[in-house]
T-cell receptor, first 112, second 114 residues
Framework: SQQGEEDPQALSIQEGENATMNCSYK?????LQWYRQNSGRGLVHLIL?????REKHSGRLRVTLDTSKKSSSLLITASRAADTASYFC????????????FGSGTRLLVRP | GAGVSQSPSNKVTEKGKDVELRCDPI?????LYWYRQRLGQGLEFLIY????????KSGLPSDRFSAERTGESVSTLTIQRTQQEDSAVYLC????????????FGPGTRLTVL
């Protein structure tokens, strides 16, 4: 069964706005990763946050992790039409950190 | 540098036929992973290879699925007697080593079983 669950399932925003996606998970993790997927094919790694970290930035991306609530959020600031894609969180469990468990994803549409 | 490559990019087959999907990992990456993604869903872990260690096959959905890897190079995922529910995108990834290393994904093979 999937461990990570994202919400919302779909998000439509105007270019320039910020997009926030959330991910919840069930068991203890080693790290949590966010991936992006265009057109249902290859995934691109965006950012990895370890269990002892609370926030991480990469360009226009900001990721937070709250291990007490078993949740994470991905914020994309000043969105662009090119950000349109599906975004997935993936957790690496403590007991099998190589085995990423993916959520069902958030489909983001950025309208120009 | 070359990324992870997969072939074929698309495969259409008839129910009951066997298929072979190929993955070429990034050179020097000792870890290799196969995932399956059904339409509109997230990825499901299938199998993991790390160097010469015994693979973790815990995600394979049935004994019709098998995978091999030659050393630290090419891997082949074989599905025997395909069923319609096997239709999905099969994604391969590789990483430098075990554990928390970033996984780099190939473009996937879209399998359609008629």
């Amino acid at each position: 069964s999937q461990q990570g669950e994202e919400d919302p399932q779909a998000l439509s925003i105007q270019e320039g706005e910020n997009a926030t996606m959330n991910c919840s998970y069930k068991t203890s993790i080693n790290n949590l990763q966010w991936y992006r997927q265009n057109s249902g094919r290859g995934l691109v790694h965006l950012i990895l946050i370890r269990s002892n970290e609370r926030e991480k930035h990469s360009g226009r991306l900001r990721v937070t992790l709250d291990t007490s609530k078993k949740s994470s959020s991905l914020l994309i600031t000043a969105s662009r039409a090119a950000d349109t894609a599906s975004y997935f969180c993936a957790t690496a469990r403590v007991d099998s950190s190589y085995k990423l468990i993916f959520g069902s994803g958030t489909r983001l549409l950025v309208r120009p | 540098g070359a990324g992870v490559s997969q072939s074929p990019s698309n495969k259409v087959t008839e129910k009951g036929k066997d298929v072979e999907l190929r993955c070429d990992p990034i050179s020097g990456h000792t870890a290799l992973y196969w995932y399956r993604q059904r339409l509109g869903q997230g990825l499901e872990f299938l199998i993991y290879f790390q160097g010469n260690s015994a693979p973790d096959k815990s995600g394979l959905p049935s004994d019709r699925f098998s995978a091999e890897r030659t050393g630290e190079s090419v891997s082949t995922l074989t599905i025997q007697r395909t069923q319609q529910e096997d239709s999905a995108v099969y994604l391969c990834a590789s990483s430098l080593g075990q554990g928390i290393d970033t996984q780099y994904f190939g473009p996937g093979t879209r399998l359609t079983v008629l």
